[in-house]
């Protein structure tokens, strides 16, 4: 039975003890995990679940914000001065990484005991093509671009994923604004869907929002989870339509069961 491990539920600003950043496992039924983003909590999040940097051999970033890349530091030290692991693979788009290393990585990671580092020290690097997927453990993710950020002059790149697990088909949009326009094919072709969603009362321009995610229609909604909000009272999520908001630590299970799909 496969798996995805919401780490965390959270934005980029959470804090105190119940939550953490929105970042998921996904666990095989051969128990190998690919990690779907890697914040800056993440060696909290995981030891929350009974985990360590000693399980993280595949990692996918999904853009360079520090709720998604903040942990890979951790990650990297940990890795590369244990003799029982090896280096991790990282999965991302050619123009995420791109600028990974020198924009986000190098201050850190570059100067070693005897050498100058480079990302292939610590990470064995998969650059997915424009349009483009990778698959892992016989399972194929397309990577879907999203609008996160648009400056006006260049939109960051981010990425969310759509992929399939015992013939569910999955859509996490990992940091987006409301793209239905773009990717509306994704909202319809999906069983189920993980949003972003932000709840704050001061919104941002770069985040779906809940009012506006309220507005879509029902049959996108009710197979529609929100993780990536806000400390502080919810809306009534399922009220208005949705599947709920995720808790953090929440397992979602899928698996085949006499032909039919099950997710728990």
Avoid at 2 to 9: E, N, Q, R, T, V
Avoid at 11 to 23: D, H, R, Y
Avoid at 49 to 54: F, K
Wanted: proline share 3%.
């Amino acid at each position: 039975m496969a798996k995805l491990i919401f780490l965390g539920s959270g934005s980029a600003f959470t804090v105190g003890a119940n939550n953490f950043q929105s970042n998921l496992l996904l666990v095989t039924e051969q128990n190998h995990k690919l990690l779907i983003d890697c914040g800056s909590d993440i060696r909290l999040s995981l030891h929350a679940v009974g985990l360590s940097y000693l399980d993280i051999t595949d990692i996918y970033i999904s853009h360079q914000h520090s709720d998604h890349v903040g942990g890979l530091e951790y990650i990297a030290f940990s890795t590369l001065f244990d003799p029982r692991c090896q280096k991790p693979n990282i999965y991302l788009s050619k123009d995420v990484s791109s600028n990974l290393w020198d924009r986000t990585l190098s201050g850190g990671l570059r100067f070693i005991d005897g050498d100058i580092a480079t990302i292939n020290t610590f990470f064995e690097e998969h650059k997915i093509d424009r349009h483009g997927h990778f698959i892992w453990q016989e399972i194929n993710f397309d990577l879907v671009k999203v609008c996160h950020v648009d400056n006006g002059f260049y939109l960051m790149p981010s990425y969310g994923l759509f992929f399939t697990l015992a013939g569910v088909k999955i859509f996490v949009s990992t940091d987006t604004q409301l793209c239905i326009n773009t990717n509306g094919k994704y909202y319809e072709q999906a069983d189920i869907i993980f949003h972003d969603c932000e709840t704050s009362h001061y919104q941002t321009p770069v985040h779906a929002n809940y009012e506006e995610l309220a507005k879509l229609p029902i049959t996108i909604k009710q197979k529609m989870w929100l993780y990536g909000y806000q400390p502080g009272l919810l809306p009534d999520a399922k009220k208005d339509g949705f599947c709920g908001f995720v808790e953090c630590g929440q397992v979602f299970e899928f698996s085949l069961v006499q032909n039919h799909q099950l997710i728990v």
